[in-house]
């Protein structure tokens, strides 16, 4: 399967980089997508952040979904992947155009694995998760309960 890419992620972050804020828009805000959504249903897989080890020695990859404002925040370890998949400012969410597309580009094989960490677990782990295995045909996707700040805790 095929992701069209409109423009590198690069232009992407450098584009909208002086509108992000820190502080998370309410759910009712408005979105504007490129090529990811989230609507009908979706049962996500969920690992727990004391597992993450052992599935990490399975063979799964940590996705890091958080913007570049976070990782500069809270770190990030040099084995994850860093996929931003949306920066959110006072306007709302700017989903990242190429984010398919980064993931398929960096796991080739549908049957990859691969652990979607947000900050906290909830909203932008099961939008990417939703894309990841519906619109590409991943079956190994896994959101790590709590996000980054739970792992980061037990870890």
Not at 11 to 21: D, I, K, L, T, Y
Not at 99 to 128: V, Y
Not at 144 to 149: A, H
């Amino acid at each position: 399967m095929s992701v069209a890419v409109a423009s590198s992620a690069v232009s992407f972050r450098a584009a909208v980089a002086p509108r992000v804020s820190a502080r998370k828009p309410p759910v009712a805000r408005a979105v504007r997508s490129g090529s990811v959504s989230c609507s009908g249903s979706f049962v996500p897989q969920y690992c727990a952040p004391a597992d993450v080890k052992e599935h990490l020695g399975r063979g799964f990859v940590i996705v890091d979904i958080r913007t570049p404002d976070e990782w500069r925040e809270t770190h990030y370890k040099s084995t994850w992947k860093l996929m931003c998949l949306a920066l959110i400012s006072d306007e709302g969410i700017e989903f990242n155009p190429n984010f398919l597309a980064m993931i398929q580009a960096e796991f080739p094989n549908a049957m990859s694995r691969i652990l979607i960490a947000c900050d906290d677990g909830t909203d932008r782990s099961n939008i990417a998760a939703k894309n990841i295995t519906s619109k590409l045909g991943y079956s190994n996707v896994k959101i790590i309960q709590g996000g980054i700040n739970e792992y980061l805790k037990v870890n």
